[in-house]
């Protein structure tokens, strides 16, 4: 009996599968959305910032309703919220939100807003052309403090962390005060985080990582092509980050930022942006691209490749074939930790084998296999999966033509 692999080849052989074989499907496109540049989601609620005012979908993104917020100055810079209010900033101050979006309320501080972030009764308002405005009592009043462009924030426990255009700043006692951390002279567009690491996003040396909560930061940009492309945005979901980089590129990485893939597959966008911001929603994450378009992706899929990914060597997993419903082909992808014979077949509903699809001894690893059915008819049909004699399961598939 052959040991099982070490897990760190295992994981590369699980992302050159899924990834280079296109297992992962196209991002999609909201249609209802126009000129879109910033979201914030939370529950089923999403809201998109545009040149245009307010889109709103309480329901994951199924339907949307548009809503002015300034009739002057229609378009949105950024978008935040605390328990109490939601605040967008625009070209003519901060504005508030009591009702999820519908209505909105002017608050200065009479500039034009970069960004915008709330914590508890604590507001910041950041101004074109560098200044920070802060307000503790929700926005009602405002108070300069020094600073330059404040682009991104990010809390970690009771810490501020904010991207600046000179670093990454720290602040231990609500904004009122700022230090500057390891990761200096660098403008610092987005930051994001997970359980274990801190992301952020420079134009020009990429994605810098820090797995001491900001102490320290190293660059992370292993398969990102920084000769081409430049990172604008980074975002953190579990152990799935992505970084939107010029030229409409979305690149994933599915090992906490140690090396990056192309996940543009799908992305149809006339203009160049150079300004991208992440959100999830249910098991969708969405990406806005900067007074452009608004798309999404379905997270289900990779969320089944990091469950294959954190399972090997313990047990033997089958995934759900991909797409599913399909018409014509599908992947089907499994693991096998041991050294043993693997069947696999089709059937239909009556039970009667249709093709076998493997039928061989295999050796430790992940594997991707793909069904073609352009010789079968609309309908049910299963997939019985086995390994040796301990390990037998079955899952149903839908052909649609």
């Known amino acids: ?37 910033c979201i914030l989601t939370f529950g089923d609620i999403i809201l998109v910032g545009s040149n245009n005012g307010i889109y709103r979908s309480l329901d994951n993104g199924s339907n949307w309703l548009h809503f002015v917020v300034d009739n002057t100055y229609s378009a949105i810079t950024d978008l935040s919220k605390n328990d109490e209010y939601i605040y967008a900033g625009t070209f003519n101050g901060v504005y508030s939100s009591v009702d ?63 991207g600046t255009f000179s670093g990454i700043y720290v602040s231990n006692d609500n904004g009122m005060n700022w230090d500057l951390t390891d990761l200096t002279n660098k403008i610092i567009t987005s930051l994001s985080k997970n359980d274990k690491y801190f992301f952020a996003a420079n134009y020009t040396y990429g994605i810098y990582r820090s797995d001491d909560y900001g102490i320290s930061w190293s660059e992370s940009n292993q398969g990102l092509p920084l000769d081409h492309f430049h990172p604008y945005s980074v975002f953190a979901k579990e152990s799935l980050i992505f970084a939107g980089l010029t030229s409409n590129k979305i690149y994933l990485s599915t090992d906490n930022g140690l090396s990056w893939k192309d996940f543009s597959n799908g992305l149809n966008i006339n203009d160049e942006t150079y300004h991208v911001k992440f959100a999830i929603s249910g098991n969708k994450i969405f990406v806005s691209f900067l007074y452009n378009s608004l798309w999404y992706y379905d997270l289900s899929q990779i969320t089944n490749v990091s469950e294959l990914n954190n399972s090997i060597p313990n047990r033997f997993i089958l995934l759900q074939n991909y797409p599913n419903p399909f018409n014509q082909s599908t992947k089907i992808i499994y693991s096998v930790p041991n050294s043993e014979h693997v069947i696999l077949k089709i059937y239909d509903v009556l039970g009667s084998e249709i093709k076998t699809l493997v039928n061989d001894f295999k050796m430790p690893n992940i594997y991707s296999i793909n069904f073609n059915a352009s010789n079968l008819s609309s309908g049910i049909y299963f997939y019985r999966f086995q390994i040796g004699k301990d390990f037998v399961k079955t899952r149903k598939i839908l052909l649609i033509k």
């Open 100 to 162: 999820t979006g519908k209505t909105w309320n002017g608050l200065g501080p009479a500039y034009s807003i970069l960004s915008v972030y709330a914590k508890d009764s604590t507001v910041f308002a950041c101004i074109h052309g560098g200044g920070l405005f802060r307000s503790g009592n929700y926005g009602q009043s405002w108070t300069p403090i020094d600073g330059n462009h404040f682009y991104s924030y990010m809390l970690h426990e009771n810490k501020i962390f904010a």
């Open 1 to 37: 009996m052959l040991k099982i692999f070490n897990h760190t080849l295992i994981l590369f052989f699980a992302l050159f599968i899924l990834i280079n074989n296109n297992v992962y499907s196209n991002w999609s496109k909201v249609a209802e959305v126009n000129g879109s540049s």
